[in-house]
T-cell receptor, first 115, second 112 residues
């Protein structure tokens, strides 16, 4: 029972480089989320998706893009990495139906450093 | 705007002692409230949630939380902590646009 799987676990990027953070879930959950966690702060929502082909911005979407071509996968792309994007990124999923559609399962995170 | 305050950044308790982590929220309507736990190097795990009904909510790992509307609080409790409870704990409320708003977290250290 894998749950939510994120890759890579760690990555160092140079300023201006691009990369994709991968997230996949095997629970057939409709809702998926990307959060970032900075030291001493709670989680901030970057983007979310309510199903394949549907994505929407969260609280801090600038500098990021997402796509949702399948139910299982929800990759997060950084096009031009900036030091402000140094953070730990978490992907999460949940079943539909408000208010239960809040994140239920989280991946273990991707720790990203931009130098 | 909706907000969550966890007044204690860091708490240390002895193993076997009782625990209470504080959470205060700001939200005009009936709040939907959550507690999550994050062990080092891991993602968040849902401990419990409150939507309606009984104001004392039972969760996993022996945790419970009590919703007190008059105090705008949703404090997390455990009668006897174990060393494995050392982690960071996050309170969250469903805010505008039906999205979670997280508190800053409380780091729990357990003394042997």
């Amino acid at each position: 029972n894998a749950g939510v799987t994120q890759t890579p676990k760690f990555r160092i990027l140079k300023i201006g480089q691009s990369m994709t953070l991968q997230c996949t879930q095997d629970m057939n959950h409709n809702y998926m989320y990307w959060y970032r966690q900075d030291p001493g702060m709670g989680l901030k929502l970057i983007y979310y998706s309510v199903g394949a082909g549907i994505t929407d911005k969260g609280e801090v979407p600038n500098g990021y893009n997402v796509s949702r071509s399948t139910t299982e996968d929800f990759p997060l792309r950084l096009e031009l990495a900036a030091p402000s994007q140094t953070s730990v990124y978490f992907c999460a999923s949940s079943t539909p139906g408000y208010p239960s559609n809040q994140p239920q399962h989280f991946g273990d995170g991707t720790r990203l450093s931009i130098l | 705007a909706q907000s969550v305050t966890q007044p204690d950044i860091h708490i240390t308790v002895s193993e076997g002692a009782s625990l209470e982590l504080r959470c205060n929220y700001s939200y005009g309507a009936t709040p939907y409230l959550f507690w999550y736990v994050q062990s080092p190097g891991q993602g968040l795990q849902l401990l419990l949630k409150y939507f309606s009904g009984d104001t004392l909510v039972q969760g996993i790992k022996g945790f419970e939380a009590e919703f007190k509307r008059s105090q705008s609080s949703f404090n997390l409790r455990k009668p006897s902590v174990h060393w494995s409870d050392a982690a960071e704990y996050f309170c969250a409320v469903v805010g505008g646009a039906q999205k979670l708003v997280f508190g800053q977290g409380t780091r729990l250290t357990i003394n042997p």
